[in-house]
């Protein structure tokens, strides 16, 4: 009897790892799976036995000589120096042709690296960002492949099939050559990030401006769920308010107000600033998280400076409603600003991303998913040229419905001394993009009379570059000039 070949092979048997391979397994693939620390191997058998689709290895020769050809190895293990120590385990044993496929959270200069290495040797390589959590991996995650476009068509079945679908359309496809996967799972992060935020944000003004109770934000949350703000996080907090610790006290006032992150949401605001695109509300969501870190500092300083006394006077349904619309406004921007930074990436690294189809990747599965994104889909479907979401139609309509609740917002809980890094970001955001004339002209006047820096002026072509001798002391001479 011919012994039974699997169709794909995983490699790192943690949560999303276990949860992918059953996920295959319930698609019909036959799956061989293999971790560093065998046992684990052993251990997930025995749990899930009744899947006779699932190979065991404790080999690496064995695992690799279980799999069809062209063989499809995924690693789900830690990102950075493991992915490249477990390419270099299994490179002896694969044949030109093979595909070795990185399913972690890796920063997308590595899966570049990684894609031009294996490509002298061969070997296809993907890269690809995989959203959802544990749930999503079980049931249909979001998946963003990239790297070498002659792998998609041998992994393609299997991916598209595992993956979450909308209106019967696969929340994964190809995203572009090299690292592209990756970076547009970064992008994705980041947004999350901001998203996070500006929840919290709205939490903040409902809880400490119009004390509303637990209850109340749960039911406050589940209404806005049903409308503009639909989405996995709105649904998710809601459900955040209700649960009760074993004391029956809400449990959210027992958990420490320190902010964790892996990273992603910095690689994003690095890599904004890298490019020169004002990505300012992800960045300050990261620093949000920074400055959560600094509890001790925050206790100190907040017994020198109490800040407002003045209480909010707004009705309670009129601000709530405001504040809807500011979260609403902040999230349009939040991602305009996204898809500014995967424009200028997609240029910069020649990956000729399709944005609209990006966006629909990620309205299941992920963790961002939201009815929103399909409008996202629909801008970029309409005009794939779109320079900025906010000038398309049907976002220009809905900023300027919210754009007095959005300042309201932003005002009244300055007025409170309520910190809010996103809304007011992404208000100024707003602000400085709709202004034809900024004053960056008086700045380059600065930066020429210390430092000689030049200039160019209304009256000439772009590219011309002057100087003046503004203190009559410094004559012609002047530095080259230098912009992002």
């Known amino acids: 009897m011919a012994k039974e070949m699997a169709d794909i092979g995983l490699i790192g048997l943690a949560v999303m790892g276990q949860n992918l391979v059953l996920n295959m397994c319930d698609h019909g693939f036959t799956v ?15 749990k899930e036995a009744n899947h006779k689709k699932i190979i065991g290895s404790h080999t690496l020769r064995e695992f690799i000589s279980s799999l069809k050809k062209p063989r499809k190895v995924m690693l789900m293990i830690k990102a950075g120096d493991p992915v490249d120590a477990f390419i270099d385990h299994i490179l002896p044993f694969l044949d030109k042709g093979d595909v070795i496929i990185d399913g972690g959270n890796s920063h997308f200069p590595d899966s570049q ?10 070997i296809l390589f993907i890269g690809t960002g995989i ?7 079980r049931h249909g995650p979001s998946i963003m492949p990239g790297g070498n476009l002659d792998a998609w068509p041998h992994v393609k079945p299997i991916l598209q099939s595992i993956a979450a679908r909308v209106e019967g359309e696969p929340c994964c496809d190809w995203v572009g050559e090299g690292g592209a996967g990756h970076y547009v799972k970064m992008i994705h ?33 589940q209404t806005w769920n049903q409308g503009e703000l639909n989405s996995y996080l709105i649904e998710i907090t809601s459900k955040i308010f209700t649960e009760i610790d074993t004391d029956k006290q809400p449990l ?32 300050e969501a990261v620093f949000a998280r920074c400055l959560s870190s600094l509890k001790e500092e925050r206790v100190a300083v907040s017994k020198v400076f109490k800040g407002p006394s003045e209480k909010c006077m707004q009705d309670k349904k009129v601000f709530t409603e405001a504040i809807q619309h500011a979260l609403y406004a902040s999230k349009i921007i ?65 900023i300027r419905r919210t754009e007095k609740n959005f300042r309201l917002t932003v005002s009244e809980g300055i007025k409170l001394g309520i910190p809010l890094p996103c809304f007011s970001s992404a208000l100024t955001f ?16 600065q930066r ?10 209304v009256d000439k072509p772009r590219g011309e570059f002057f100087h003046t001798d503004w203190s009559g002391t410094g004559g012609i001479v002047s530095s080259s000039s230098y912009n992002v």
Request: charge should be positive; charged fraction near 25%.
């Open 32 to 46: 061989s799976v293999f971790n560093r620390t065998v046992s684990k191997v052993d251990e997930f058998l025995k």
């Open 113 to 122: 690296r990684r894609y031009e290495m294996l490509k002298s040797k061969g």
């Open 131 to 137: 959203s959802g959590g544990e749930e999503g991996a």
């Open 189 to 221: 992060n980041g947004i999350e990030y901001g998203d996070m935020q500006l929840i919290c944000e709205a939490y903040d003004l409902l809880k400490k401006a119009l004390g509303f109770t637990y209850p109340e934000l749960s039911k406050i949350f």
């Open 252 to 283: 959210l006032d027992k958990i420490l107000d320190v902010a964790g992150q892996k990273g992603t949401g910095k690689w994003t605001g690095i890599n904004a600033l890298d490019m020169g695109v004002p990505v300012t509300l992800i960045g």
């Open 334 to 398: 939040s991602y305009a600003q996204g898809f500014m930074l995967i424009r200028h990436a997609s240029e910069a690294f020649k990956w000729k991303l399709n944005y609209g189809s990006i966006a629909l990747m990620w309205r299941g599965g992920c963790i961002i998913r939201s009815k929103f994104l399909g409008k996202i889909k629909e801008a970029f479907t309409k005009n794939p040229d779109l320079k900025n979401l906010l000038m398309d139609d049907f976002f220009k309509k809905e």
């Open 430 to 445: 707003f602000d400085g993009y709709r202004t034809e004339r900024l004053p960056a002209y008086l700045l380059q006047a």
């Open 448 to 457: 020429d009379f210390f430092g000689a820096h030049t200039y160019e002026r």
